[in-house]
């Protein structure tokens, strides 16, 4: 079973007084929660519905890449119904050069530092 969860990931650490000793050591820690700003996907064992493993983590704006990792773990064993998007975008970018976003004309959102396609496009580079 695979899983995706939407929350909130605090980073790990550990204290130390003055010598350098460590009077806390903080586990990283993943909270389920509408409002997180984080996803997790995993494996789920599927008789205690508990996570195998570590579980991948990525920012709720990165769609592209926690929605591929769950196409990794699912690993059908069909061709799925989405096109190569970014294997057009990289040979459209080798065949006429880096000079604009093939999808410029019809982009609504225009924010270019976050867009996957703009990081295909400079990965050519």
Known sequence: MVFLAKG????????????GNIVKDIAPEFKVSEDGGSVAVGILNDETLEP???????????????????????????????PDFEGMVKKHTKVNGRTYCIFEDDCEAQHCQDCIVREWMDEDE
Request: charged share 30%.
């Open 8 to 19: 909130t990931f605090m980073l790990g650490g550990k204290i130390r007084d003055r010598e």
């Open 52 to 82: 195998v493993g570590p579980a991948e983590l990525y920012g709720d704006f990165e769609p592209w890449q926690y929605l591929s990792c769950a196409l990794k773990l699912l690993n059908p064993k069909r061709r799925g119904n989405i």
